[in-house]
């Protein structure tokens, strides 16, 4: 069993081996359009929620509204649905929902660790079953894992 805590360190704090520097103590995050084709409509809201919850859960970072010592904005540029697999006489078998998410982190602290990327992730489905169908399901696990990588991201420069 993997046990997982806090460890205090002199300069900072540490969650996981991540120290955040004593200086800081907000974050906020900026709401992320979705500016893809094709466009899911509670995505934006889950993905800014999901974001917030995780940096006030894992951190003792206190969230405001804009402007924190860490800042997150961005847009989601990518939200597709496309076959990953055929059968022998082109049937779709396997289909695959990815997310794209452009992330501009600011860090005000140390601005050397601010970054400006994109992150992808993606949930493959049984192409018998309709995206709408399993839509909200697919996009929580798909945020989900944006999220834990956004995280690693931000948190690998403290």
């Given at each position: 069993m993997m046990q997982t805590g806090c460890i205090f360190m002199k300069g900072g704090y540490s969650l996981s081996g991540a120290s955040i520097p004593e200086a800081a103590k907000?974050?906020?995050v900026a709401y992320f359009p979705n500016n893809a084709p094709m466009v899911s409509p509670t995505l934006s809201t889950t993905l800014v929620e999901a974001l917030k919850d995780k940096f006030s859960r894992q951190t003792r970072l206190q969230l405001v509204e804009e402007g924190?010592?860490?800042?997150?904005e961005g847009e989601i540029t990518r939200y597709t649905s496309t076959t990953q697999s055929v059968s022998g006489d082109d049937y779709a078998l396997l289909n695959r929902l990815t997310i794209e998410v452009k992330v501009?982190?600011?860090n005000a602290i140390d601005p050397d660790a601010s970054f400006n990327q994109t992150f992808k992730a993606y949930a493959d489905y049984d192409?018998?079953?309709l995206l709408t169908d399993i839509q909200s399901e697919l996009d929580a696990e798909i945020v989900e894992q944006l999220v834990h990588d956004i995280y690693q991201a931000a948190a690998s420069n403290w």
């Open positions: 907000t974050f906020s924190g010592d860490f800042a997150f501009i982190f600011t192409s018998t079953t």
